[in-house]
């Protein structure tokens, strides 16, 4: 399908004044890997970004634009709007919200929202939910293309929101940032316990899908083993959901930095990913980039991610016992890890607009 070329692309940067997290990471490394790929074309593309952005991604052939004096959603709806439609352009958006009135194509990641709403209870997540699903009708109304980041989640996009085959495009995600990451022990300076014992590590969170109560009962279940939990506990996001008395032998470190938490997945016995829900799943991989042997959830889209190279367990099922799940024969992470990076990403995301055209190349 091809549509009107517009005057210019215009990339909503609103992540960049937003705090770094999975799709905040996606959209950075992807527009960088764009930058390499555009030095060629006609149709100019801009980044739009608010007053407060951090702009440290050094782009040569994408141009920055500072617009409006507001912050947050109302810059995306009011300003990016605005800005947007006075330049005829058009809108790519890459962390799941857009300019509703505007012409575009939006990244949706997963549809968590939409397909658990009893996972979203406290009066922040149900408006975060609210607002998501406001925008899933937008794109499936509106946008001209969506880009969702596996096929699992394409599935599910077209089967809940509707929204025929064609119209979406799958950009898996890469890894290849924790590559330029220095390990940093900050941690282990922190905890001197994780120089003296052996500990599995996860990246978790309150949300339900991180599924937090399964590294409890693991850890209930070895309790000579040291689990060490990083991430952000807000009890504000996703209300006092878990209540469970936490055993001796857990470790919570609270928000590392890329450094620990590199470090940590070097240095741990296994990284636990027991996600009951996952678009993509980005930490499994970095974490097999480090050496780490790698145990997750056969669920949702983390088996069409990641392969043989790791060790399943059933997210729902008993705690099962660890050192006989890691005794388990695995395949090459190296075969794994090879089928992404954010450059074939910006490839497929760059062909789809030539395609639909959208993005003009010169003429040599």
Not at 284 to 289: D, M, N, Q
Request: glycine residues 6%.
């Amino acid at each position: 399908m091809t549509v009107t070329a517009p005057r210019k692309i215009i990339i909503n940067g609103l992540f960049l004044s937003r705090r770094l997290t999975g799709m905040e990471r996606t959209a950075r490394e992807l527009v960088r890997e764009m930058d390499a790929l555009v030095d060629d074309c006609y149709t100019p593309l801009e980044l739009a970004v608010p007053w407060d952005a951090v702009d440290d991604l050094h782009l040569r052939n994408i141009s920055i634009r500072v617009v409006g004096s507001r912050t947050g959603t109302a810059w995306e709806q009011t300003s990016l709007a605005r800005y947007v439609l006075r330049e005829r352009g058009w809108c790519l958006s890459i962390c799941s919200t857009a300019p509703l009135f505007c012409k575009g194509g939006v990244f949706i990641h997963d549809i968590a929202y939409l397909q658990h709403p009893e996972w979203f209870t406290s009066l922040y997540s149900r408006l975060s939910a609210a607002w998501h699903r406001v925008n899933y009708a937008y794109a499936a109304r509106r946008a001209d293309v969506l880009y969702t980041v596996s096929e699992w989640s394409k599935e599910q996009i077209c089967a809940c929101l509707g929204v025929d085959s064609q119209k979406v495009v799958v950009v898996p995600n890469g890894w290849q940032h924790i590559l330029h990451v220095k390990e940093d022990e900050g941690a282990a300076r922190l905890h001197p316990e994780l120089l003296e014992r052996p500990f599995f590590f996860t990246l978790c969170s309150l949300a339900p899908n991180k599924n937090l109560p399964w590294v409890v009962g693991a850890a209930k279940r070895n309790p000579d083993t040291l689990f060490v939990v990083a991430g952000n506990l807000n009890k504000v996001a996703y209300g006092e959901r878990f209540k469970d008395e936490l055993p001796g032998n857990m470790l919570l470190l609270g928000y590392v930095s890329d450094g620990e938490s590199r470090w940590l997945m070097g240095h741990c016995r296994a990284f636990l990913f027991p996600s009951l829900y996952e678009g993509f799943g980005i930490p499994p991989l970095e974490a097999l980039s480090c050496g780490a042997a790698v145990v997750v959830s056969h669920a949702t889209a983390l088996p069409e991610v990641l392969g043989d190279a790791v060790h399943y367990v059933d997210p729902e099922a008993a705690i099962p016992d660890l050192d006989e799940i890691l005794a388990e024969p695995v395949g090459d992470a190296g075969a794994v890890l090879s089928r992404y990076s954010y450059s074939k990403a910006a490839e497929v995301v760059c062909r789809s607009l030539e395609d639909r055209g959208l993005l003009r190349r010169k003429v040599v």
